[in-house]
């Protein structure tokens, strides 16, 4: 028997026209250093429009790729929309990225055109001369862009427009957006968001159990847009008619702590490490959070320490998510669940989060599935309509397991669904033939109060095969030692855990999306450019 309901396309141009009409009125503000300029939703809507008219007179048509070099902004958002419902595909560009590989990726999903910030001008330049296929620049903003050539101006392009855009019809399963793996060993690799998925993955976005975003909403993206959409939170939250706050270049936590307290959000998203510079600004510039409904965190693990100071201080709730670019990215959010007691919070808040209707998900040993149990430990594959099948022009069939999405992440999953990661596959450390986690020793050791940051990499050691060594950034002033840090560690994990090798650092090295990059404490180890202490001992190397 089959159904008799309407089969009407699920796709971006649908939920941007619903809320375009219905909550026209809703604001978008963009700060600039000082205040922010506005527009409401219906003001956007027009504008998109006019993009889209604008790129069709350049030629761009159903499946060309055109790229975005911009902040979190309003014109952001106008292309997140006017690119995408006119049949072409959004692609957003990592600013971050080394010019070897933001080179790759353009090259690579064919840019035709990239609409680019003024500010942000000087470091497309350095690529421009290498780019294969790309067309023209629209550049955003009034500053100088002379570096780029010939460019049009956003605003003048827009302008020039009549007003209105004959919207395609779409089919649901067709590309909107694409974005670009980071931090991988080799080139990135593209993924491919359908309109079907990013309207799913907005449904479940705005669900309670996940964000919970209404119109009463005031929302704070931090996390860039070029970052898996900013985790679906601009498409989530226009589709529940929520106000937007968009940080623009503004990102150090002075500027933010002042946009918190003049614009009053209610809830934000951003990497650890942006909450640890706004918690260390605290310390000495008292700051109104009293706004935030909730802090979503994630990108890397959220250390309890970071939740536990963060609502003492602030009375704010951080809530950690968990998931990739190839899962659009929500895949968990660790909500506590509905048993838990109030003294128990942190120990469910620490989880790395429970998996969301929509994604289905697995614990595999080699091509044994294992029992969610809370304590086996495999590797944790999902699979979904949200969840990448494969990768742009890149065959990795080792990504892949019968259908199922190979994360790369260790951990275990509990009968509740509560995801425990404990390593990245490969991070962790084998030590005398059991494991040792990573991330679980990383937590423990930036609970100590004066560690600002800690990263911990496997190191050769001739009796035990491998051995953490502990690459530790202290406050400034602290006097800190490796014997005091092992101390603390003594009550927190198992004694064979703790680190006897330590290395005291200005910064852990970031990937362009700020999740720690292990990979270069590696190489720094191996060419012998860190400081290794024993505890106890003199520097071994």
């Known amino acids: 028997m089959l159904s008799t309901m309407q089969d009407r396309p699920l796709t971006i141009n649908s939920l941007f026209e619903h809320s375009r009409r219905v909550y026209s009125d809703s604001q978008v503000a963009t700060f600039t250093g000082d205040t922010c300029r506005r527009a409401s939703y219906r003001d956007v809507g027009d504008r998109a429009a006019r993009l889209a008219s604008a790129l069709q007179r350049l030629g761009i048509k159903e499946g060309d790729r055109v790229g975005t070099f911009l902040w979190n902004s309003q014109e952001h958002l106008e292309c997140y929309f006017a690119i995408p419902c006119m049949s072409a595909v959004l692609h957003t560009l990592n600013l971050r990225l080394f010019p070897e590989q933001l080179t790759y990726i353009i090259n690579h999903a064919e840019d035709r055109v990239i609409i680019v910030d003024d500010s942000l001008a000087p470091l497309l330049a350095r690529v421009a001369g290498d780019l294969k296929t790309v067309e023209r620049y629209i550049v955003v903003g009034g500053g100088g862009a002379a570096v780029l050539g010939d460019v049009l101006r956003y605003e003048d392009l827009i302008a020039a427009e009549d007003g209105g855009f004959d919207w395609p019809q779409i089919d649901e399963r067709s590309a909107a957006a694409m974005c670009y793996t980071s931090g991988t060993t080799g080139n990135p690799k593209g993924v491919v968001y359908s309109h079907r998925s990013t309207f799913l993955h907005s449904l479940a976005a705005c669900a309670a159990f996940t964000f919970g975003f209404t119109e009463h909403d005031k929302i704070l993206p931090i996390v860039p847009m070029f970052h ?125 989060g429970r998996i969301r209707p929509g994604v289905a998900l697995r614990i595999v040993d080699g091509e044994d599935v294992l029992p969610w149990d809370g304590k086996s430990i495999g590797e944790i594959e999902v699979s979904g309509p949200w969840i990448t099948g494969a990768y742009y022009g890149d065959d990795t069939p080792e990504k892949f397991h019968g259908g199922w999405l190979r994360t790369g992440d260790v951990g275990t999953v509990d009968e509740k669904g509560f995801i425990q990661i404990t390593d990245r596959a490969k991070d962790v450390i084998k030590s005398g033939g059991e494991w040792i986690s990573t991330v679980e020793l990383e937590n423990a050791i930036m609970a100590h109060p004066d560690v600002v940051e800690a990263a911990v990499i496997g190191v050769p050691d001739d009796r035990w095969d491998e051995r953490p060594l502990a690459c530790v950034v202290l406050k400034e002033g602290s006097a800190a030692t490796a014997d005091d840090l ?21 910064e852990v090295p970031k990937t362009s999306v700020g999740k720690f990059d292990k990979k270069v404490l590696r190489a720094q180890r191996e060419k012998n450019e860190l400081k290794i202490v024993e505890a106890g001992s003199k520097a071994i190397g």
Request: charged share 25%.
């Open 486 to 506: 092992r101390a603390f560690l003594s009550e927190r994990v198992a004694k064979w855990w703790t680190p006897e090798r330590w290395s005291f650092i200005k």
């Open 228 to 352: 898996a959409n900013a985790w679906g939170i601009p498409y989530a939250g226009w589709m529940a008619g929520s106000d937007f706050i968009m940080p623009g270049r503004f990102l150090q936590a002075e500027p933010l702590c002042r946009l918190i307290e003049a614009e009053r959000p209610t809830f934000t998203g951003a990497v650890p490490t942006i909450w640890n510079d706004l918690l260390r600004l605290t310390d000495t510039r008292p700051t109104d959070m009293s706004s935030l409904r909730m802090v979503i965190c994630g990108g890397s693990a959220v250390p309890r320490s970071l939740m536990e100071r963060f609502q003492e201080r602030f009375g704010v709730r951080i809530i950690q998510a968990w998931g990739m670019t190839e899962t659009s990215p929500l895949a968990a959010v660790a909500h506590p669940p509905r048993a838990a007691k109030p003294e128990d919070e942190f120990d469910w808040r620490a989880k790395t």
